[in-house]
């Protein structure tokens, strides 16, 4: 049996992400040691709340070493939200140093001109043709955002899907075998379980 | 670009669906976990579930409720009602639900809101707030409680305002007066708060026709509108509303499953 592996690093609710999994039909454990991110098929990294609190329990618990040591050695990683954000080398948000499997900044949204912050709601997602993790997903298909920060990789070859909220950011990232998206297909309905569905088939 | 939303509200008393008039003679109509589920097939945006259970065993019955819902629809939802204090709103989050919403338990104690945004984040916690026209008022609007039952002395852009100081991340306003007369949203109160917070505010109160759903989230300056009877027994499918609404030039999301799936 495929392993899969949610990392938890205390402060995220992942609850959302394991029904998702149910609902595929995969098993799953939930990976709060450096052994077991490394061990896993899959490794699905979601992230809710502040970079920098995410990046110390990750630096605390041994497991930001096993991200980086696994994405060194050619290891699958799917990130979610601030997941997609901590993957870079930096966050604006309380200038956090983070992972830096992507080379970038995850920057703040400038908002303005009636654009809230948070970015709130369902937005188009424009991926990168062809990609098998937006298979039998339409270009321009809706996913559901929550976030303040967004992605900014320093090399447009690792960007992966792209969508337009005042700024035209990177929703989605791609270094070797890693993915990441900015958005929550945990929450995005029928295509959010298929982009999910995707990943773990890939 | 960023779509307007519709969320399906559903009252939801001892486990049951129900729709009342302006808050009152409530009745049942429904399985909610049933109800939430077609909704979500239809192409609901995000749902919400109000608890008007009164009795005390209500937390149980909601969280049995709302861990059923979270593993049957994949979009976000919210609960709200008898939500007092952290513990209940790490209840409901932890059953899956993505927001929490204080309405009256808000204005007395405002605190919750500063510990909720503090403890999950302020994109968790919604503030429902209930309107009632009141010239007395600055604004023109009065805050009431109690599910419309009881007058506060708060001004409602005032407390919108202190609230979003607090930390609340979206602000679903309920207007007393047009509340399940199916007449329409209330729109120059919807718009009086949309331009002046700065999260999204959510409309809810009177629709009974698509037209007055463009008519909030167009000139309301509405980010999303909550539906309730429209779905419920008025005869309105969410494709259908959606597919007006896309007519009228609102940008919604519509296309909702993959053509294999």
Same mark, same amino acid.
């Given at each position: 049996?495929?392993?899969?592996?949610?990392?938890? *690093?205390?402060?995220?609710?992942?609850?959302?992400?394991?029904?998702?999994?149910?609902?595929?039909?995969?098993?799953?454990?939930?990976?709060?040691? @450096?052994?077991?991110?490394?061990?896993?098929?899959?490794?699905?990294? @979601?992230? +809710?709340?502040?970079?920098?609190?995410?990046?110390?329990?990750?630096?605390?618990?041994?497991?930001?070493?096993?991200?980086?040591?696994?994405?060194?050695?050619?290891?699958?990683?799917?990130?979610?939200?601030?997941?997609?954000?901590?993957?870079?080398?930096?966050?604006?948000?309380?200038?956090?140093?983070?992972?830096?499997?992507? @080379?970038?900044?995850?920057?703040?949204?400038?908002?303005?001109?009636?654009?809230? +912050? @948070?970015?709130?709601?369902?937005?188009?997602?424009? *991926?990168?043709?062809?990609?098998?993790?937006?298979?039998?997903?339409?270009?321009?298909?809706?996913?559901?955002?929550?976030?303040?920060?967004?992605?900014?990789?320093?090399?447009?070859?690792? +960007?992966?899907?792209?969508?337009?909220?005042?700024?035209?950011?990177?929703?989605?990232?791609?270094?070797?075998?890693?993915?990441?998206?900015?958005?929550?297909?945990?929450?995005?309905?029928?295509?959010?379980?298929?982009?999910?569905?995707?990943?773990?088939?890939? | 670009?960023?779509?307007?939303?519709?969320?399906?509200?559903?009252?939801?008393?001892?486990?049951?669906?129900?729709?009342?008039?302006?808050?009152?003679?409530?009745?049942?109509?429904?399985?909610?976990?049933?109800?939430?589920?077609?909704?979500?097939?239809?192409?609901?945006?995000?749902?919400?579930?109000?608890?008007?259970?009164?009795?005390?065993?209500?937390?149980?019955?909601?969280?049995?409720?709302?861990?059923?819902?979270?593993?049957?629809?994949?979009? /976000?939802? !919210?609960?709200?009602?008898?939500?007092?204090?952290?513990?209940?709103?790490?209840?409901?989050?932890?059953?899956?639900?993505?927001?929490?919403?204080?309405?009256?338990?808000?204005?007395?104690?405002?605190?919750?809101?500063?510990?909720?945004?503090?403890?999950?984040?302020?994109?968790?916690?919604?503030?429902?707030?209930?309107?009632?026209?009141?010239?007395?008022?600055?604004?023109?609007?009065?805050?009431?409680?109690?599910?419309?039952?009881?007058?506060?002395?708060?001004?409602?852009?005032?407390?919108?305002?202190?609230?979003?100081?607090?930390?609340?991340?979206?602000?679903?306003?309920? %207007?007393?007066?047009?509340?399940?007369?199916?007449?329409?949203?209330?729109?120059? !109160?919807?718009?009086?708060? %949309?331009?002046?917070?700065?999260? /999204?505010?959510?409309?809810?109160?009177?629709?009974?026709?698509?037209?007055?759903?463009?008519?909030?989230?167009?000139?309301?300056?509405?980010?999303?509108?909550?539906?309730? %009877?429209?779905?419920?027994?008025?005869?309105?499918?969410?494709?259908?509303?959606?597919?007006?609404?896309?007519?009228?030039g609102i940008p919604v999301r519509r296309n909702i499953r993959p053509a294999d799936g």
């Amino acid at each position: 049996m495929m392993d899969v592996a949610i990392v938890n *690093y205390e402060a995220g609710n992942l609850r959302s992400v394991e029904t998702a999994l149910r609902r595929l039909g995969y098993e799953y454990r939930i990976a709060t040691r @450096p052994e077991e991110v490394l061990r896993a098929d899959k490794v699905l990294f @979601p992230g +809710v709340g502040d970079a920098r609190a995410v990046m110390e329990v990750l630096g605390r618990s041994g497991v930001a070493a096993a991200l980086r040591e696994r994405h060194a050695a050619g290891g699958s990683i799917l990130g979610i939200c601030v997941g997609a954000q901590v993957v870079l080398e930096r966050s604006e948000e309380n200038s956090a140093s983070c992972l830096g499997l992507v @080379p970038g900044t995850a920057r703040r949204l400038p908002g303005g001109d009636g654009l809230k +912050v @948070p970015h709130m709601g369902w937005n188009q997602v424009r *991926y990168r043709e062809g990609h098998w993790l937006f298979a039998g997903i339409p270009q321009d298909t809706s996913f559901y955002f929550v976030h303040s920060y967004y992605p900014d990789p320093a090399d447009r070859s690792t +960007v992966l899907a792209d969508t337009e909220y005042g700024v035209s950011f990177a929703s989605g990232l791609e270094r070797d075998n890693l993915t990441a998206v900015q958005f929550h297909p945990e929450k995005s309905g029928e295509f959010g379980l298929r982009l999910l569905s995707n990943y773990l088939a890939h | 670009m960023l779509e307007k939303r519709i969320l399906v509200c559903l009252d939801v008393r001892d486990g049951k669906t129900t729709k009342g008039v302006k808050f009152k003679g409530n009745v049942d109509v429904g399985d909610p976990v049933e109800m939430a589920r077609r909704y979500y097939e239809e192409g609901a945006d995000e749902l919400v579930f109000y608890d008007i259970t009164a009795s005390a065993e209500r937390r149980g019955i909601m969280r049995e409720v709302v861990e059923r819902v979270a593993a049957e629809i994949f979009v /976000p939802f !919210c609960v709200g009602g008898g939500i007092g204090s952290v513990e209940d709103m790490r209840a409901m989050l932890l059953a899956g639900a993505e927001k929490v919403s204080v309405n009256t338990q808000a204005v007395l104690n405002p605190e919750i809101i500063d510990q909720g945004a503090k403890a999950f984040g302020s994109q968790c916690v919604v503030l429902g707030v209930d309107a009632l026209r009141d010239d007395a008022m600055p604004s023109g609007y009065r805050v009431v409680i109690h599910g419309g039952r009881t007058a506060t002395q708060r001004d409602l852009l005032a407390w919108v305002r202190e609230a979003e100081q607090r930390g609340m991340g979206e602000v679903v306003l309920n %207007s007393i007066d047009a509340d399940g007369t199916r007449d329409g949203y209330e729109l120059a !109160c919807t718009r009086l708060v %949309s331009e002046n917070v700065g999260v /999204p505010v959510v409309a809810s109160g009177g629709a009974g026709v698509s037209r007055h759903l463009v008519e909030v989230l167009r000139d309301g300056r509405a980010d999303a509108a909550l539906i309730a %009877s429209m779905v419920h027994f008025g005869g309105y499918t969410i494709p259908q509303i959606k597919a007006d609404l896309a007519a009228a030039g609102i940008p919604v999301r519509r296309n909702i499953r993959p053509a294999d799936g």
